[in-house]
């Protein structure tokens, strides 16, 4: 490959990963709002640097993650791999937590506030790890279908953890200062649950689909947030 055909895969590679990287963006904005107030940047850090050891440890494993599509097993008409079974319990736990998370938020009154078992640091670090790793897979998977040269992708998941580092503080603050959309994202993520729980089952859509989806719901809730701003100026 020439320079430029390089600079083009890790520029096109970067961007991927970045869009890839927007669930977990959403979900470790999701989990570290509930830590306590001055530990919530490093947990974000960290559970990002995970994310980019995660990745990065996969690409070098890059013979066990192929394997990892080879079919395991049938059920009825239905083919599993250890990709779909990965795929299957990230999507379920997704959607699990986003439910219980949308029913604390609805139901817990303010007297119940101070009762609400609080997360630890470690606990939520747990979580960010397990879901990095349903997060890294496709990514991964990806990655070594568009480029060959291992340098290309480990560049480029160093990029794009580092532009998502440089993002994570403004968006969690900013799903923290308004409860509709911390509700957005929370539906977002079992929208995500479901996708990955599809991807499990054999059934693909398209990510564009979702993306879509997202981006139009944030803008129609920026439109009301603008409307309500200024209702009341």
Not at 27 to 41: E, G, K, R, V, Y
Not at 89 to 111: N, Y
Not at 196 to 205: D, S, T
């Amino acid at each position: 490959m020439s320079l430029f055909e390089l600079a083009i895969a890790f520029l096109t590679l970067a961007g991927l990963e970045i869009v890839l990287g927007i669930d977990n963006i959403v979900f470790i904005a999701i989990i570290t709002n509930t830590l306590p107030s001055d530990i919530q940047s490093k947990a974000r850090k960290i559970g990002l640097l995970l994310a980019m050891g995660t990745r990065i440890a996969l690409l070098f494993a890059i013979t066990w993650v192929m394997r990892l599509t080879a079919p395991l097993f049938s059920v009825m008409d239905l083919t599993l791999s250890g990709r779909d079974l990965i795929l299957l319990a990230g999507g379920l736990f997704l959607i699990a937590k986003s439910t219980f998370e949308i029913h604390d938020k609805i139901e817990c009154r303010p007297h119940e506030e101070s009762t609400r078992k609080v997360l630890t640091f470690r606990s939520a670090v747990t979580q960010i790890a397990l879901l990095d790793i349903i997060f890294s897979l496709d990514s991964v998977i990806t990655a070594v279908g568009m480029v060959g040269q291992i340098w290309i992708m480990v560049s480029a998941v160093v990029a794009a953890v580092v532009v998502m580092m440089i993002f994570a503080d403004p968006v969690s603050h900013f799903v923290h200062r308004h409860p509709t959309i911390q509700m957005l994202a929370l539906s977002f993520l079992i929208l995500i649950g479901v996708f990955l729980v599809a991807e499990g089952l054999g059934k693909h859509i398209d990510r564009g689909y979702i993306y879509f989806a997202m981006f139009f719901s944030l803008l129609v809730e920026v439109l009301n947030m603008r409307m309500r701003k200024a209702q009341s100026s």
